[in-house]
């Protein structure tokens, strides 16, 4: 009965700050309200005893990313707030509420009606269950993801070495302004640059 | 009554679509970054419960792998939103077409 009264209050926080991202008009706002979000989301890995996850959601969502969106806020001076009474582009949110809809009922006939077969929903969805790496209940839920992580995986984990070498190399590129003293001034002519 | 996989994959569904709304009705890229990180939220949950539902590991894995890209993308991302907003610091989403050579 305590794991149903925690999913409730922690999905309730995931829901409402994902509604809150989507419509506050100031955009320091919207990125707290992620931080809510991104904490419902990690005591619902506690619930399903992912504890490492949880661990990162936290230091890695809710820290950095998070602080890294509030730090480009601030920076480019863009916390004001957004005009949403206004709609530029005429049906884009009717048409997006449409297709949001869309996909939401997309998502949950998939699950609802995958079931129909007689085997039990998530089952049929996914097939049998697997035994690649059966979690080892003994062992605690961090020796369980090391030992498929730096097991099967250790490739993968080496390319995301790489892929975040990249990704760093690539943010100091696109935002070093070495030799391009005049940002400020948007010249067409200079395009050619 | 207890908490099945079903109820995760329901909020996982609920979740994603709030942000696939986000993503097409915001016009502030930085907040149709949030948007991104809350689709990728939903799949992380709906990870997780399949792994918990099918005794497999794998599941957290996946959502192990998810973060480390979710971290690259969002750096790349923010320094094209800085790279762009240096010029037009009122950008929306449709300035980004100036990244066009």
């Known amino acids: ?193 | 009554m207890r908490v099945t996989e079903t109820w995760y994959l329901t909020l996982s569904a609920v979740l994603f679509a709030i942000g696939f709304v986000g993503v097409l009705v915001r016009r502030n890229p930085l907040v149709m970054f949030m948007s991104l990180e809350l689709m990728l939220n939903a799949v992380n949950v709906s990870f997780v419960a399949f792994a918990n539902k099918l005794d497999d590991i794998a599941g957290q894995t996946a959502v192990f792998f998810v973060l480390v890209v979710a971290a690259a993308e969002v750096v790349v991302g923010l320094s094209i939103v800085v790279a762009v907003m240096r010029r037009r610091p009122s950008m929306t989403a449709d300035d980004l077409r100036s990244l066009k050579g």
Do not use: C, W
């Open chain 1, 1 to 193: 009965m305590v794991d149903v009264i925690v999913f409730v209050v922690a999905g309730l926080v995931v829901l409402a700050g994902a509604l809150g991202v989507v419509l506050n008009s100031n955009p320091v706002r919207s990125a707290l309200s992620l931080v809510a979000s991104f904490f419902g989301v990690a005591i619902l890995f506690v619930l399903q005893e992912a504890h490492f996850l949880a661990l990162v959601q936290v230091v890695v969502y809710a820290g950095a990313i998070v602080v890294l969106f509030l730090f480009v806020i601030m920076l480019l001076g863009v916390d004001e707030v957004e005009d949403l009474s206004v709609e530029p582009l005429a049906g884009q949110r009717i048409g997006g509420v449409v297709a949001g809809v869309a996909v939401l009922a997309f998502l949950l006939g998939g699950l609802f009606l995958s079931g129909k077969g007689g085997d039990e929903g998530a089952v049929a969805v996914t097939g049998t269950e697997s035994v690649t790496q059966p979690i080892d209940e003994t062992q605690p839920n961090i020796d369980n993801l090391a030992a498929d992580l730096f097991g099967r995986n250790v490739l993968a984990f080496e390319a995301t070495a790489l892929l975040l070498t990249i990704a760093t190399v690539g943010a100091v590129v696109l935002v070093r302004n070495a030799g391009a003293e005049d940002l400020s001034v948007d010249e067409p002519g200079r395009a050619e640059r």
